[in-house]
């Protein structure tokens, strides 16, 4: 079940069980068998349901874990449906409600350092794309061991999607982010977008499961995934974004009409010479926009949300997606040596994108290094295996996840842990046309997502 690019980090162990966390029981237990994988639970614990708000408003480990429980238990026992019954309306409203106001707070790059009480005694766990697979997430999460005072985690984002519990994954994080809001970080990936999630699945989810409330329930999601910050930096060495690196913006005032002297100058970008930006740009870019801008001059978070890595040098427009950039090792290199920084990580590319990618490895152990220059490496981790959860053909992908621990002191080596699904997934139907959706979110519908 296990591959490291080192021996496992002792740190990494999960903390004592309680009574609550012991539904994961052996599918959460780490094995050293490369061939193993996780399985089927024993019984359960029957959660506490309907979920309910603590009076005071502060949510506790005992409340999360049991929260992970019930959505557990739900997507087994219970009809999409039926999750209002787990869920109650007024208890989404008062979770998301929280976690906004934590994450509009945030800065668009979250630096996670001493400030932060990241220590000697530090892991910091690095997840990519989840995509709505729960039970792969919950895994994950006992396997690398629950957030903690010396164990944070930054999730890269795409938490929705393509999966049958994008609903339930989001909330769960989100939840782990009110707990403990200095250890577990949330970043924005291109899915947590109106035009992406009315594609792929997570909008047509949300009003199957909350009926006649979806259509709020779903406005509120959307609203929270406003607030999500774009990137981090980890102990000042390692930058961690869902697509990859970005522009900077060079602006030039266009012509005043004459006569015209109150009118206002409109700043037109200079798309003809594209170089790396800032960490001055990144950090005065407008996050909160439902679908990222591909034009105009507010292209950071669609840069930073839809960018890919090539192995052909320069920084180009990325034309198969529409949005975003191509960046070559040369670029790499730069951006590592313009920022001081020792290792990129980011997300974003499945084992279906990779296919269509010459030059660059395959996903089919959860992670690559895609460049490997002098300042450093870029890595791309993904951490949904037998990804996507539907496919159209009986040859599946069959890919492991993974996840990343960064150590002390200086957080810049990676260690790579790989997995595999856990099986059998719990029967579900899918909330997309996943037989005519593009695998890799390429030649996007850009006018409908300029209208939606």
């Known amino acids: 079940m296990l591959s490291a690019?080192?021996?496992?980090?002792?740190?990494?162990?999960p903390p004592p069980q309680s009574s609550e966390d012991d539904f994961f029981s052996s599918a959460s237990l780490a094995s050293t068998s490369a061939t193993s994988s996780p399985s089927t639970s024993p019984p359960q614990p029957h959660p506490q349901i309907p979920v309910t708000w603590p009076d005071d408003g502060t949510l506790t480990l005992t409340w999360v874990n049991n929260l992970m429980l019930a959505f557990d238990w739900s997507s087994k026992n219970l009809s999409p449906e039926e999750l209002p019954s787990v869920l109650p309306v007024p208890v989404?409203?008062?979770?998301?409600?929280?976690?906004?106001?934590i994450l509009h707070k945030e800065p668009n790059c979250v630096c996670i350092d001493s400030g932060l009480g990241l220590g000697s005694d530090s892991k910091v766990v690095v997840v990519g794309d989840v995509h709505g697979q729960l039970h792969d997430v919950l895994f994950l999460l006992r396997d690398a061991g629950f957030p903690s005072d010396d164990r944070f985690f930054v999730f890269n984002g795409d938490y929705v999607d393509r999966g049958a519990w994008g609903l339930e994954t989001f909330l769960l994080l989100l939840a782990w982010k009110v707990l403990m809001p200095n250890r577990v970080f949330l970043l924005r990936g291109n899915h947590e977008s109106k035009y992406c999630t009315s594609v792929y699945g997570f909008e047509k989810e949300v009003l199957a499961k909350y009926a006649d409330s979806g259509k709020h329930v779903y406005r509120k999601c959307l609203g929270c995934f406003e607030g999500l910050p774009l990137a981090s930096i980890i102990g000042g060495n390692v930058y961690t974004a869902h697509g990859g690196i970005f522009r900077t913006v060079a602006v030039t005032p266009a012509k005043r009409a004459k006569g015209k002297?109150?009118?206002?100058i409109v700043l037109n970008p200079d798309v003809s010479a594209l170089s790396l930006g800032s960490m001055e740009e990144l950090l005065k870019a407008r996050r909160s926009v439902l679908d990222p801008p591909w034009e105009g001059t507010n292209l950071i978070p669609g840069d930073v949300l839809w960018s890919d890595p090539s192995m052909k040098k320069g920084l180009s427009?990325?034309?198969?997606?529409?949005?975003?950039?191509?960046w070559g090792p040369d670029c790499t290199e730069d951006f590592l040596k313009k920022l001081n920084l020792k290792l990129i990580i980011r997300s974003h590319e499945g084992p279906d994108a990779r296919e269509k990618r010459p030059g660059l490895e395959g996903m089919d152990q959860g992670y690559t290094i895609d460049h490997d220059v002098a300042s450093g490496k870029l890595i791309t981790v993904f951490s949904a295996p037998d990804y996507p959860q539907f496919q159209a053909t009986e040859d599946r992908y069959r890919?492991?996840?993974?996840?990343?621990?960064?150590?002390?002191?200086?957080f810049d080596i990676p260690v790579f842990r790989s997995f595999e699904a856990v099986t059998p997934r719990p029967k579900a139907n899918p909330f997309y046309d996943f037989e005519d959706c593009i695998d890799s979110d390429e030649e996007l519908d850009l006018a409908s997502m300029a209208t939606s």
């Open 317 to 326: 427009p990325n034309k198969e997606r529409g949005i975003g950039l191509l």
């Open 92 to 101: 989404f409203d008062k979770l998301v409600l929280t976690g906004s106001k």
């Open 399 to 410: 890919n492991k996840g993974a996840y990343i621990i960064l150590e002390p002191p200086n």
């Open 261 to 264: 002297k109150n009118r206002k």
């Open 5 to 13: 690019s080192e021996p496992p980090a002792t740190a990494a162990t």
